[in-house]
C-alpha cells in the first residue's frame, strides 16, 4: 500500500500542469468565437426574387410558425409569380432545425448566423418580412454545400443569383 | 411504494422517527429536474422514491400529428446529452418501416457522429459525477472542455451544438465540411492525451477510490431482470452491447473492445464509462480512415408514407438501448410512437442500490447510473 494521498497528489500534479496552459475559455462580450459556416444561427436569409411564395417551408416546419400570405401578381402567367405579403416567422418558438432551408425548393431561403436577438417581448420576436427584407444577406450553407464549393463561409454577403444552387 | 414511518419500526426503542427528505427537483446533483424522496435513518438510507415527470413534454403524443422526417427534431430533446445517437435510433425505426437503403458512406458518417456523441455523453456522466462526488467544478472543467471540442465538431458538421437533427430518413443531412478530417484527427490526437491525464487526475485518487470501491453493487443476475442496458450492465459482468451483438450499420466492421468488469460498484460503472471512450476514439479514426466515396443520402420523400405496419428498431446508445416503436397507418405521420428510454428503465435499480447505504452514498449511486432526465420523462 502506497503512501495515502500519493495519488491526490499525482491528480493535483496534473492540475499544475495546467499554470503554463493557455486558458481554454474567451471571455464572450469581447471575444467572440468564430462559428463554422453551416452555424445555424437565430435569424434567416431571404432572397425575395428567389421566393414564389409556394409556402412549402411552412409545410415543412415542424411547429407550424411559418406563415405566409401571398397574392397574384398582376401582369404575371397564371400561377407562376406570387408577390408574398406576410412572411412571419415567429423565432420565439423557432427550434432552428433549419427544415424549413432544407425544404425551400428555390433555395430562397437561408439561416443566418446572427444569434445576439435578445428582445423584451416575445412579440418583438416575430420576424417580419420587412425585417427579413432588411436582414443581411449573409446565409449560412447549412443545407446548401454548393456554396461552401464556391468559397462562401457565410461572413460575406451574397447575391440572390449566387446563393441558389443555379449558380453553379 | 408509500414511504411512512412504520416502516423502520426497529428503531422505536431509541424514540428515532425516520426523516423524509425531498432532493429535488431543483438540486443540482440531480441532473436536471428530477426528485428523490428518500427516507433516511440518521445518515443511512432506508426507502428511496424517484419522482419525475417535472421535464415531461409527451414526445410520443407529440411525434403522432408531425411527419416522420420532423419527428426527427423531437428526437433531438430525449436525450439531450446525446442527440446523435437518439436520431440515428428513430431513423432506423422508419428506414426498417419504409424500406429505405442507406448508402456506404452515410452508414460510416452515422457511426462517426454516434461515437463522437458517445464521447460527450459520457465525458458529462463522468464530469457530473466527480462534481457531485464533492470535487467542485475543477474536473468537471477538464470534461467540458473535451465536450466542448466534440461540440464544435459537430457545429462543422450539421451547424448545431445539441440539437443536432444531422440523421435523415435514407442517410445523413450534410456530407462532411472541407477541413473536418483535419479537424477531427487533432481532435483526437489531443484527446488521447486528455483521457490519460483523466486517468492520472482520477484513478488513483484515494478519496474517489474510498467513496466508490465497493459502493452500491449490482449483480449481473439483478440487472438483467430489470432490463439494466448500457455500461450500467456490463459492468455488472454481463457482455452485452448492441454494437457486437446484433450489429447495425458498419459495427461490424469496426475493430473495438468491450468493456466489461465484474463488480458492478460504483467505481466499475464509472471505469467502463473512462474505457469506451477510448474504444470510441478509436472507431472515429477507424471511420475517418475507411470512409468511402459516394452519395451520402438515398432520395427519400420529406413527407414520406411508409407501408402499414410495426417495427421496433433499437441501437446501443449512450446510456444504453434505445429503442423506438412504430406503427405506420399509412399516412405521413405515425401513428403511434413508443420510445424505450434506457435512462427510465436504468431507474428502476436505483431504490435497490441505494438501500443501506448511505445518504452521501446515494448521490453518488445516481451520478453512476447516469440518468439523463430528458430521456426519463420525454
Not at chain 1, 49 to 58: D, F, H, L, M, S
Not at chain 2, 103 to 118: H, I, K, N, W
Request: charged share 25%; aromatic share 8%.
Amino acid at each position: 500500500m502506497a503512501l495515502f494521498g500519493a495519488g491526490a497528489i499525482k491528480g493535483l500534479m496534473v492540475t499544475l500542469g495546467y499554470i503554463r496552459r493557455k486558458p481554454f475559455t474567451t471571455q464572450y462580450p469581447e471575444d467572440k468565437l468564430e462559428q463554422s459556416p453551416r452555424f445555424r444561427g437565430n435569424t434567416f436569409v431571404w432572397y425575395e426574387e428567389r421566393c414564389t411564395g409556394c409556402a412549402t417551408c411552412a409545410k415543412g416546419c415542424p411547429l407550424g410558425i411559418i406563415r405566409i400570405v401571398t397574392h397574384p401578381e398582376p401582369h404575371s402567367q397564371v400561377g407562376s409569380d406570387y408577390h408574398v405579403d406576410v412572411f412571419d416567422i415567429d423565432t420565439g418558438r423557432c427550434m432552428f432545425c433549419a427544415l424549413c432551408v432544407e425544404v425551400c425548393p428555390y433555395d430562397a431561403l437561408h439561416m443566418g448566423g446572427d444569434f445576439e436577438q435578445a428582445s423584451y417581448g416575445r412579440e418583438d420576436m416575430v420576424i417580419s418580412v420587412e425585417d427579413l427584407k432588411a436582414m443581411p444577406k449573409k446565409p449560412r450553407t447549412q443545407f446548401r454545400p454548393q456554396m461552401e464549393m464556391i468559397g462562401h463561409t457565410g461572413k460575406d454577403e451574397l447575391e440572390e443569383h449566387e446563393a441558389g444552387r443555379w449558380s453553379l | 411504494m408509500a414511504v411512512t414511518s412504520e416502516m423502520n419500526s426497529d428503531n422505536a426503542n431509541y424514540d428515532i422517527e425516520p426523516v423524509l427528505l425531498n432532493l429535488g427537483p431543483q438540486h443540482p446533483s440531480t441532473h436536471g429536474v428530477f426528485r428523490i424522496r428518500a427516507l433516511l435513518d440518521g445518515e443511512e438510507v432506508v426507502d428511496v422514491e424517484p419522482v419525475f415527470g417535472y421535464l415531461h413534454r409527451g414526445s410520443s403524443k407529440l411525434a403522432e400529428e408531425r411527419s416522420y422526417t420532423q419527428v426527427i427534431t423531437l428526437t433531438d430533446r430525449l436525450d439531450y446529452l446525446s442527440g446523435m445517437t437518439n436520431n440515428l435510433a428513430y431513423v432506423r425505426a422508419v428506414e426498417a418501416l419504409a424500406g429505405v437503403g442507406v448508402p456506404e458512406r452515410a452508414q460510416y458518417l452515422r457511426v462517426m457522429t454516434a461515437e463522437l456523441m458517445r464521447i460527450a455523453s459520457h465525458l458529462m456522466a463522468l464530469g457530473f459525477l466527480i462534481n457531485d462526488l464533492g470535487a467542485w467544478v475543477t474536473p468537471l472543467m477538464h470534461m467540458f472542455r473535451e465536450r466542448e471540442k466534440v461540440l464544435d465538431l459537430f457545429e462543422m458538421i450539421c451547424g448545431a451544438r445539441i440539437t443536432f437533427s444531422y440523421m435523415r430518413i435514407g442517410g445523413v443531412s450534410h456530407d462532411l465540411p472541407p477541413g473536418f478530417d483535419v479537424a477531427v484527427n487533432g481532435f483526437l490526437d489531443d484527446f488521447e492525451d486528455r483521457v490519460a491525464e483523466y486517468e492520472r487526475l482520477l484513478l488513483e485518487n484515494e478519496i474517489l477510490v474510498s467513496r466508490m470501491k465497493g459502493i452500491a453493487p449490482l449483480t449481473g443476475e439483478r440487472a438483467i431482470e430489470c432490463s439494466v442496458t448500457g455500461p450500467n450492465l456490463r459492468a455488472s459482468g454481463v457482455n452485452f452491447d448492441l454494437r457486437k451483438q446484433a450489429p447495425y450499420e458498419v459495427y461490424d466492421r469496426m475493430n473495438f473492445d468491450v468493456p466489461v468488469t465484474q463488480n458492478g460498484d460504483n467505481w466499475d460503472r464509472m471505469w467502463v464509462r473512462l474505457q469506451e471512450m477510448k474504444e470510441s476514439a478509436k472507431m472515429v479514426r477507424q471511420c475517418m480512415a475507411e470512409l468511402p466515396d459516394g452519395i451520402t443520402r438515398t432520395e427519400a420523400d420529406f413527407f414520406i408514407r411508409p407501408p402499414v405496419g410495426e417495427v421496433y428498431s433499437g441501437i446501443e446508445a449512450t446510456k444504453g438501448e434505445l429503442g423506438f416503436y412504430l406503427v405506420s397507418d399509412g399516412t405521413i405521420a405515425p401513428y403511434r410512437c413508443g420510445i424505450r428510454a434506457p435512462s427510465f428503465i436504468n431507474l428502476t435499480v436505483l431504490r435497490e442500490l441505494c438501500i443501506g447505504w448511505k445518504l452521501a452514498d446515494l448521490i453518488v449511486n445516481f451520478g453512476t447510473l447516469d440518468i439523463n432526465v430528458g430521456e426519463v420523462d420525454r
